[in-house]
C-alpha cells in the first residue's frame, strides 16, 4: 500500500502573508476554503480580472486585491502563495518563483507544483480536523469532510474546555499529566477487540 508521507500542521494564517495569483473560479475555491477555516487570513490577490463573487467576498474580508498580471514583485514579504491561473506557463513560473525565494506555493491541480495541499477540514469549535488525501483525490477528501462533520458531535468542545480546566489541576511533572488525562480521557475511545 503507497503512504502518505505528508506532515500536517496548523498554520496561524493571521500571522502569515499569502498571495493567490488568478481571480477566476480556482480562486474564488481557494479563497473561499481559506476563509471559512480561518475567516482572520491575511490575504492578497493579483490577477488581470476577477468574477464578481471573487470580489464581493475580498470585500467582505478586507481582501487587497491587485488589478494587474502577475509579476514577481507581488511575492516580497509572503510566506505562502496559491496558483490559480488557467494558463499553465504562469502558474509553473509562479511555483519557480517561489522555489527560489523559499516561499510555500501550491499550485491548484497541479501536485508536483505543490509544497502543500489544501485538504478536507472539519472545524467544531477548538477541534479541527484535516484530511489528505496527498493531493490524490480531493472528492475523497470531501466526503470523508462530510462523513466527519455528520459524527463529530457539535458539543466536543465543551469537552475540550472542560478537560483544559481539568488539566490545569493536575500536579507531577509532564508524565504524570499525560497519563492523568490518558486515564481520565480513555473512556472516549470505544475500544473493541478484534480478533
Do not use: W
Request: charged share 25%.
Amino acid at each position: 500500500m503507497e503512504r502518505n508521507n505528508l506532515y500536517p500542521i496548523f498554520l496561524k494564517v493571521s500571522n502569515l502573508n499569502i498571495l493567490i495569483v488568478g481571480g477566476g473560479n480556482v480562486a474564488l475555491e481557494k479563497l473561499s476554503f481559506l476563509l471559512k477555516s480561518s475567516p482572520d487570513a491575511n490575504v492578497e490577490m493579483v490577477s488581470p480580472m476577477f468574477r464578481e463573487e471573487t470580489i464581493a467576498l475580498a470585500e467582505k474580508f478586507n481582501i487587497k486585491m491587485h488589478l494587474d498580471h502577475y509579476d514577481t514583485k507581488y511575492l516580497a514579504h509572503k510566506h505562502m502563495v496559491v496558483a490559480t491561473t488557467d494558463n499553465i506557463p504562469v502558474n509553473e513560473q509562479v511555483y519557480h518563483d517561489c522555489r527560489a525565494q523559499n516561499i510555500l506555493v501550491n499550485v491548484a491541480d497541479n501536485p508536483p507544483f505543490c509544497d502543500f495541499y489544501m485538504g478536507g477540514i472539519v472545524t467544531k469549535g477548538n477541534v479541527k480536523v484535516a484530511i489528505s488525501t496527498n493531493g490524490k483525490s480531493p472528492t475523497t477528501a470531501k466526503r470523508l469532510r462530510q462523513f466527519f462533520e455528520d459524527v463529530i458531535p457539535d458539543n466536543i468542545d465543551d469537552l475540550v474546555k472542560n478537560l483544559n480546566e481539568f488539566r490545569k489541576t493536575i500536579k507531577g511533572d509532564f508524565e504524570e499529566k499525560v497519563e492523568t488525562l490518558n486515564e481520565f480521557t480513555k473512556g472516549l475511545v470505544n475500544n473493541k477487540d478484534v480478533k
